[in-house]
DNA sequence: CGAAAAGTTGATGGCTTTCAAGTCGTGTGG
DNA sequence: CCACACGACTTGAAAGCCATCAACTTTTCG
């Protein structure tokens, strides 16, 4: 939901122009501007934001752009900065995971996706495991810049459980890590990451079976703490 | 150099089983295993290390493979968690940006890098854009994970500057973000990063013709204060 | 010129790190 | 089988770095 998005960045007083729509959006979506024509964009102007029907794909001719996230309460993390040569929106999903804005006068070109269908198979298998690789990348940068060290564990521990899909026994999680290597992930030292671990499974949000195997009775009141709804 | 690496790793007891190279990379290097062969590799095994050449693509069949940067000084930060069906030494550059070492044991096919001359060339622009973006977003991962705040802000400067190449005036460097911005990409406070260029400017090691041009009259002082070397 | 936004600087507090002892768990050898 | 040793993990106390709060200065722009 865009539209929250930007109220969200509004209530944080970050610098935009943007209020609304930019005017070339508009324009393009009438048909008035063809595939790969230049398309000016002014200083401090939305282009896309997260959450956005994914159908163009950009290329800075000159100037500068930034893609960034926005968690719900407001803080804001920049996940690239782009020159001149960069492309953006290249996602896979339908929808841009991050919105991008200006930072100073832009031209860019404008195209529709490409699909893969034309494409050697190895290749287009290739292009999507680096398209989920910058998703992924990005949401860990929010991680790593906008979170705090109880909403970076529990982060973890939920990213975890969505991806152990298929390798888990009855809603059983492996914690294939040592406490070092989460710490490691996370940006944080292991005494920390402990100290996160001891107050969830005190509070009953997460129970060890093993040493290695634990499992979230209330996937929800996890959820609540990782700083993302 | 990835002997420095290990030693540093060694040096800061991170847990690693793999003192040497894995048995299963002899194994390939000598012919024994041909392309595609699923190959099997124990838990806590280096697969490489950064700096080695990036000869070899990799597909987890089954196990779980951690990715990482290790700073000079030892600090490290886990760029991704990779599982089932992941491939990972994606780079287009001729050696591998992070170490990859399993966090289980670990089955994974091999490949050799596909060269992109048979492929649409819009295409093959579009991985170099990607792969170019996940080693950015590794590099930017360290930043946001295990740098200091003074740390940050000058390889956000020292990143500025390289990247500006061409749209500098004899090595004047425009600084085209607002504080909350650069706040926003270094997971800082506008005001710590205020503190930091001020001491920067008190120091001599940045110098400010505008207030959004810069220049940098000792590269190699602001170097020492990056945390990369 | 004046108001609003951006940026700077100081004082204080809190979260995370650091330092230091512990406990727990596992594998080995007596 | 048990004792021991080693590594992984936990927990506590103190320190430090950065965030927060607040006041002020500088810059921008109508």
């Not at 969830?200 to 997460?206: A, D, E, K």
Request: charged residues 25%; hydrophobic residues 40%; glycine residues 6%.
């Amino acid at each position: 939901m865009p539209t929250a998005i930007l109220a969200n960045m509004e209530s944080r007083e970050h610098r935009s122009s943007s209020a609304g729509r930019p005017a070339f959006q508009a324009a393009r979506s009438s048909g008035e501007i063809a595939d790969s024509t230049p398309v000016s964009v002014r200083e401090h102007e939305l282009v896309f934001a997260e959450g956005d029907a994914a159908h163009q794909r950009y290329e800075i001719i000159d100037g500068a752009v930034m893609l960034f996230r926005v968690l719900p309460d407001g803080r804001r993390q920049l996940v690239e900065l782009l020159g001149p040569g960069d492309m953006f929106g290249l996602t896979c999903d339908a929808e841009y995971d991050c919105s991008a804005e200006t930072l100073v006068a832009t031209r860019m070109r404008v195209t529709h996706r490409l699909d893969c269908s034309q494409v050697p198979a190895s290749m287009c298998r290739m292009c999507r495991q680096l398209q989920k690789k910058v998703a992924d990348l990005h949401e860990h940068s929010v991680v790593l810049g906008r979170k705090s060290a109880m909403e970076k564990v529990v982060s973890f521990l939920l990213r975890l459980a969505a991806m152990e899909t298929g390798r888990r026994a009855n809603g059983h999680v492996r914690l294939a890590m040592t406490r070092q290597e989460m710490a490691d992930y996370l940006g944080l030292t292991i005494e920390t990451v402990s100290r996160s671990l001891s107050e969830l499974r005190r509070r009953g949000l997460i129970i060890f079976e093993k040493a290695d195997w634990f499992h979230i009775p209330d996937p929800q009141a996890l959820e609540n703490l990782s700083g993302d709804f």
